[in-house]
């Protein structure tokens, strides 16, 4: 698997070769990328991550924070999720009805930093990309 590739052209107008951002031996090794992307390409995960870096939350707190509004089912699936990739700890305290608090483990917290540049990221190149779009969008319509 390989992905990022960017062109890069030589003295002689011919693109030159560019390291890719990951490379695997064969097109069938995953590298153990896919898996953790799959992961944490999906929304409720990253929201989930970004909810517990400011501290422990508990399950309906944490429910109520999210922007997007997911459902009870959902945030349930996505934090076993996370807990068992070993970025969420999940603790039960054993009270009628059960409490649960939601926190990151040290590994969720060093995912942190790089949602947060991935953020940064964003925010610095939405008017470009809006106005990309905006081309596109023209573009299409002729």
């Given amino acids: 698997m390989s992905a990022g590739h960017t062109a890069v ?7 030159a070769p560019v390291e890719p951002v990951i490379s695997c031996e064969t097109p069938q090794d995953e590298c153990g990328v ?3 992307l799959d992961r944490l ?3 409720w995960s990253v929201y989930v991550v970004v909810e ?3 501290g422990v939350r508990r399950f309906k707190e944490l429910q109520r924070r999210i922007h997007g509004g997911i ?3 959902m945030l349930t699936l996505t934090v076993r999720r996370l807990e068992r990739d070993g970025l969420v700890k999940r603790t039960v305290y054993p009270t009628i009805p ?3 608090e939601y926190e990151l483990t040290e590994m969720g917290h060093s995912l942190t930093h790089l949602v947060k540049a991935l953020a940064d990221w ?3 190149h939405r008017p470009a990309i809006a106005a990309a779009r905006e081309a ?3 573009a299409a319509q002729e």
């Fill in 9 to 15: 052209t030589t003295s002689q107008g011919a693109p």
């Fill in 34 to 36: 896919r898996d953790v």
């Fill in 41 to 43: 390409g999906d929304k």
């Fill in 52 to 54: 517990l870096a400011s």
């Fill in 71 to 73: 459902s009870q089912r």
């Fill in 98 to 100: 059960p409490q649960v």
């Fill in 122 to 124: 964003s925010i610095d």
């Fill in 136 to 138: 596109y969008d023209e």
